[in-house]
């Protein structure tokens, strides 16, 4: 196992790095992370969650999004109903409604138990804006970013044996043929 997250944590470094090349995501914007561990093991989505590779991502996460002083939010299953865990400086920050629930490895899955136990100041909260994010593992993460949604395509397809999805989002295009976009 040492080798694959070994493998799995330069698959998230490398394909992060890319997307961050081509996003400008503004400071104290939330990205959002969907992750089945149990797809990048290479397993069934919820049938083997592994926290180790759970802290693994968010750790990872953790630290390129602290380093751009952006907020990570954890999407759960949907046993919790895909409600996600931010800290609570966010929440607040964004007006996020907060609910009552704590992550588990059978319900919110190990990315959201990760981040449970290593955010300051967790807090659950069922509904986001979110600027961009990570899908590992075709997750759904697509409800929590806002419109219009941008794929952003990277080298990394994929991190273990889970398809990986990026995703940036630009302000909506209004307005008829005599609009102006661009300053």
Do not use: W
């Not at 969907?34 to 630290?63: F, K, Q």
């Not at 990315?111 to 997750?139: C, K, Q, W």
Request: proline share 3%.
């Amino acid at each position: 196992m040492e080798m694959e997250i070994r493998t799995y944590k330069q698959q998230l470094i490398t394909g992060l790095t890319s997307y961050f090349q081509q996003s400008e995501l503004r400071e104290g914007s939330v990205f959002v992370l969907g992750c089945s561990t149990s797809e990048i093991v290479g397993e069934r989505i919820g049938s083997h969650s592994t926290l180790a590779v759970g802290e693994l991502v968010v750790a990872e996460l953790l630290e390129m999004l602290n380093n751009r002083a952006l907020f990570l939010a954890v999407q759960g299953c949907e046993h919790i109903n895909r409600a996600l865990v931010i800290e609570r400086e966010a929440a607040v920050a964004y007006g996020f409604e907060i609910v009552t629930v704590i992550p588990s490895l059978q319900a919110g899955g190990a990315a959201a138990t990760a981040a449970y136990r290593l955010f300051r100041d967790p807090v659950v909260v069922e509904h986001i804006v979110a600027a961009g994010g990570i899908d590992i593992g075709d997750t759904s993460i697509g409800m929590h970013v806002k419109h219009v949604q941008i794929p952003v395509r990277t080298t990394v397809k994929e991190i273990g044996a889970a398809h990986t999805t990026y995703l940036k989002s630009r302000p909506k295009l209004i307005g008829g043929p005599r609009a102006v976009y661009e300053s």
